[in-house]
C-alpha cells in the first residue's frame, strides 16, 4: 500500500538527508560504536545543513516550519543507514518542543541558536535510579534560594549524556505536594558546579549513543533557568510525551520496513538443499505475515503524524502507537534474524545489530506495560 503522507518538499528533503547521512554518518559509524560516541563534529555538521531546530524560529536559526513529517523523515533515513548512535531525534523531537513553547524570549536567544547550530547539544533527564517509568515517584529536588535553585540528586538512562550541554531536568520543586502539582524543570547547563556525569553505560544495543548517569550536588541553577511554569513541570511532560512516543513509533517502523528489505535479499540468494532460501514455504509465510504486519504499522503511524500535525493526537493513539510499533519491530528482528539461520548471529549481516538495537523500543519512552495502562484506562478500566 503505497504512502501518501510525503509531498514533494519532503522528498527534496529526503534526497539531502540521504546525500549527509550517506556522506557524513554510514562510514563511519561502525568506528563510533567502537566508541560509544558519535563525536560533536556530526551535529555542527548536522546543523549546517538545517536538520537541527527544524521546528524552532527562523530568527533564532531554525527551519521555522511546524511540520512532523520533515523530522520523520530524517528519523527514517538515519534508521535505513543504521545510524542508531546520532541523538538528533532526541533533540529534535523531544527536547525541541519544550525550548519552543515554553522557553521565554530571553532563554530563547541564550539557547536556541546554539540548539539549532549544534553547537549547544541536549538532553531531558526524567528516569532516576529507583522510579524507572514512575515519573511521580522522582526524588529530585530543587530548593529556591535567592535567586536560584539547589538542585540534588541522580538521573540515570540519560540519551546524549556525555554530549549535553543542555539538560532539562525534572525535579521537585515542592516536596509537600503531590509530583502532579509540585515538580519543575530546570535547565542545567555544562560546567555548572556540583553537576557531574558518570559512566557511559555500556548497553546491548545501541552501541553508539551516549547513555549516561547525571548525578547533581548543590547544583545552583538560576531561577531564570526554570523551563515554563514552577510545579507545572507534570502537566509540561504530558503535553509533550506524545510526540516523544510516536517518534519512537516512527522510528520502529522505519526499522522494520528496512530490516525487511534486507532479509527478503538475503533469503532470495541464499541456498539450502539447493534452493534458494526464500522459496521454501516457511520463509514466503513469514515474511508474508511480517509484510502485511509493517503496512498496517505504517497506515497507522502516517495517520498519528498527520494527527498530530493538526493538533489533534491524543496520548491515547501515541501510546497505541508506541507500544505496537516497537513490540513489532522486536518481532520482525527477531525472526529475520532466524531466516538469517546462523548469518544471522554474526556481526557483519545489519540484522544482528537490528535485533539489539529494537530490545530498548520498548522500555524507553515509558514501557509497553504504562502504554497498555494509558490505553486500558482510557477504556475505563
Known amino acids: ?21 550517506e556522506k557524513e554518518i554510514a562510514p563511519f559509524h561502525a568506528q563510533w560504536e567502537k566508541d ?20 524552532q524560529e527562523e530568527r533564532y536559526g531554525g527551519g521555522g516550519v511546524r511540520d512532523f513529517r520533515y523530522q520523520a523523515v530524517l528519523a527514517e533515513e538515519m534508521v535505513r543507514v543504521g545510524a542508531s548512535g546520532v541523538g538528533f531525534g532526541l533533540h529534535n523531537d523531544v527536547v ?43 526524588t529530585t529536588t530543587a530548593r529556591r534560594d535567592g535567586d536560584d535553585y539547589v538542585l540534588n ?17 525534572v525535579a521537585r520543586t515542592n516536596p509537600d505536594a503531590p509530583a502532579s502539582k509540585g515538580t519543575s ?21 545501541l552501541k553508539a549513543q ?15 533557568n526554570v523551563l515554563g511554569t514552577v510545579d507545572r513541570g507534570f502537566l509540561h511532560l504530558m503535553e509533550n510525551l506524545p510526540q516523544e512516543r510516536l517518534s519512537i513509533a516512527i522510528g520502529a517502523v522505519a526499522a522494520v520496513e528496512t530490516v ?29 505475515e511480517l509484510q502485511t504486519e509493517a503496512t498496517i504499522a ?5 495517520e498519528c503524524i498527520r494527527q498530530l500535525d493538526a493538533g489533534t493526537l491524543t496520548a491515547v493513539d501515541a501510546a497505541q502507537a508506541k507500544w505496537w510499533c516497537s513490540d513489532l519491530q522486536n518481532r520482525v528482528a527477531d525472526k529475520c534474524l532466524q531466516l538469517h539461520g546462523g548469518y544471522g548471529y554474526m556481526d557483519e549481516y545489519p540484522v544482528s545489530k537490528a535485533w539489539r538495537d529494537a530490545r530498548v523500543q520498548s522500555i524507553y519512552g515509558g514501557t509497553n506495560e504504562i502504554m497498555k495502562e494509558i490505553i486500558g484506562r482510557s477504556m475505563g478500566l
Not at 505504517?298 to 502516517?302: E, G
Request: proline share 4%; with cysteine.
Open 260 to 288: 525487511l528489505a534486507q532479509t527478503v535479499e538475503y533469503v532470495s540468494s541464499r541456498t539450502a538443499f539447493g534452493r534458494p532460501v526464500g522459496s521454501f514455504q516457511n520463509s514466503r509465510f513469514t515474511l508474508a
Open 36 to 55: 560509544s560516541i558519535v563525536p560533536r563534529e556530526v551535529w555542527t555538521a548536522g546543523g549546517e545543513q538545517g536538520f537541527l531546530g527544524i521546528d
Open 153 to 169: 540528586g541522580s538521573k540515570t538512562f540519560i540519551t546524549n549524556g556525555i554530549n549535553a550541554d543542555l539538560v532539562v531536568v
Open 210 to 224: 551516549d547513555t549516561a548517569e547525571l548525578f547533581f550536588t548543590d547544583v545552583r541553577v538560576p531561577a531564570a
Open 185 to 205: 524543570l530546570l535547565v542545567v547547563e555544562r560546567g555548572m558546579a556540583g553537576f557531574e556525569r558518570g559512566r557511559n553505560l555500556e548497553k546491548v544495543g
Open 96 to 138: 525541541s518542543p519544550y525550548l519552543r513553547d515554553l522557553a521565554t524570549e530571553e532563554q530563547k536567544e541564550r539557547w536556541v541558536p546554539g540548539f539549532c547550530s549544534g553547537e549547544l547539544i541536549t538532553a531531558i533527564a526524567m528516569t532516576e535510579p529507583g522510579t524507572g517509568s514512575d515519573l511521580q515517584g522522582i
Open 298 to 302: 505504517r497506515v497507522f503511524v502516517d
Open 1 to 21: 500500500m503505497r504512502s501518501h503522507l510525503y509531498e514533494a518538499d519532503h522528498d527534496d528533503f529526503r534526497a539531502s538527508v540521504r546525500t549527509f547521512v
